[in-house]
């Protein structure tokens, strides 16, 4: 075995150097290795592989969000490689919440039904990743004010009481006869 009296070079030092007789890769290519030792010259060629690409992961986005009951939220999911490089994978992703009580998926879309919290969990192939959304109430507010009785009769020396409701979104009321002025 010659090999601790050879010289070993590499043809391109961007894609392999050489320390001794050990070839290290640095990128994808080919190169010739040259061994010299004495007179005798020998070479041999090596292909160096690029790194397998992997998947590293799916992203959902939104990651966290709130929406009022009644609205919608679309959701993406993106899966990232190891090379930093990305595709977008929503058209071949399954979504699910976990409670379709309070909201329910169709494709990538939620509806929001009813007040709480829900996971959203997206599902490409063996990849999974979720995402927690906040389902608010529909803010309740005044749609009027109604005075009783509307038309009164009444004899002179008589009185008449009035009443004031006021009537709100979510079909409930309150008395507001105390905090009127009355003219």
């Not at 590499?10 to 030792?37: F, K, P, R």
């Not at 992997?54 to 939220?73: L, N, R």
């Not at 927690?132 to 005044?142: A, K």
């Amino acid at each position: 075995d010659q090999t601790a009296g050879t010289t070993f070079t590499v043809s391109d030092s961007t894609i392999a150097t050489m320390e001794g007789n050990t070839l290290t890769a640095l990128t994808a290519g080919t190169v010739t290795v040259t061994a010299t030792y004495g007179d005798w010259v020998e070479t041999a060629t090596v292909t160096i592989n690029p790194v397998p690409v992997t998947a590293t992961g799916i992203e959902i986005s939104p990651k966290t969000a709130s929406v009022t009951v009644g609205d919608t939220q679309r959701f993406t999911v993106i899966e990232q490689f190891s090379d930093d490089s990305s595709q977008d994978r929503t058209a071949d992703t399954t979504f699910t919440v976990s409670d379709s009580a309070v909201a329910t998926m169709e494709g990538n879309v939620l509806t929001a039904h009813a007040a709480g919290t829900v996971t959203v969990t997206a599902t490409y192939g063996s990849l999974i990743e979720t995402a927690t959304m906040t389902i608010n109430p529909v803010p309740v507010t005044s749609t009027g004010m109604e005075i009783s009785p509307k038309m009164a009769s009444v004899t002179v020396g008589d009185t008449q009481a009035f009443t004031v409701v006021e009537q709100f979104s979510d079909d409930s009321s309150q008395d507001r006869t105390a905090g009127t002025t009355f003219t």
